[in-house]
């Protein structure tokens, strides 16, 4: 099955952890995204990716930390110097410049509790 | 300015009704345009891709306006599987950027 998958699904840690969340897609993308979603609220992005080894801050890039060694993996790391990190984390993949369109397709989100 | 504007509702409709929802873009360059579906607690989905002659999907059709700069999407005979939170999203150059959604129920 081709897709994004994220995980943990659900994920909790004690403040002052540093915590990685995993991102991996097998649909041969270019880019990848994280987004922050917190209730009620719309999408902001954290970091995004446009090609291996390459990668570029978002809206609230402090506090989080990302990496991109392989095209299929694009982890993001919650440090503690991130004030608010209790929220609900999507990875996002497109075709990026290879793409008409580039549409962006998710995976099913990661939520992380930090108390 | 925010670059993609959207009503957050709620629509609470009756099962059967057609509802309308819009979004605005600001940036004239804007290339493509999107529709996603959310549901609670759950990760955005791609309902569909909007053209500019405009699309039609069943029961759904998006409309674009280069003109005014604006994005519609219409459900036609509602269903109850239709609540969710409907985001726009739009792409400029490299940049993808999303409405904050429109919550609808559709009632019994």
């Known amino acids: 099955d081709g897709g994004i998958t994220q995980s943990p699904k659900y994920l909790f840690r004690k403040e002052g952890q540093n915590v990685t969340l995993s991102c991996e897609q097998n649909?041969?993308?270019?880019?990848m995204y994280w987004y922050r979603q917190d209730p009620g609220q719309g999408l902001r992005l954290i970091y995004y990716s446009q090609i291996v080894n390459d990668f570029q801050k978002g809206d609230i890039a402090e506090g989080y930390s990302v990496s991109r060694e392989k095209k299929e993996s694009f982890p993001l790391t919650v440090t503690s110097a991130q004030k608010n990190p209790t929220a609900f984390y999507l990875c996002?993949?497109?075709?990026?410049?290879?793409?008409?369109?580039?549409?962006?397709?998710f995976g099913p989100g990661t939520r992380l509790t930090v108390t | 300015r925010k670059e993609v504007e959207q009503d957050p509702g709620p629509f609470n409709v009756p099962e059967g009704a057609t509802v309308a929802f819009n979004c605005t873009y600001s940036?004239?360059?804007?290339?493509?345009f999107f529709w996603y579906r959310q549901d609670c607690r759950k990760e955005p989905k791609l309902l569909m891709s909007v053209y500019s002659s405009g699309n039609e999907d069943g029961r759904f059709t998006a409309q674009l306006n280069r003109a005014s700069q604006y994005i519609s999407l219409l459900i036609r005979d509602s269903k109850l599987s239709d609540s969710a939170t409907y985001l726009c999203a739009v792409t400029t150059g490299n940049q993808f950027y999303f409405g904050t959604g429109t919550s609808l129920t559709v009632i019994p």
């Open positions: 940036n004239s360059a804007s290339q493509s």
């Open positions: 996002a993949s497109s075709m990026g410049n290879r793409g008409i369109r580039n549409e962006q397709y």
């Open positions: 649909l041969n993308h270019d880019a």
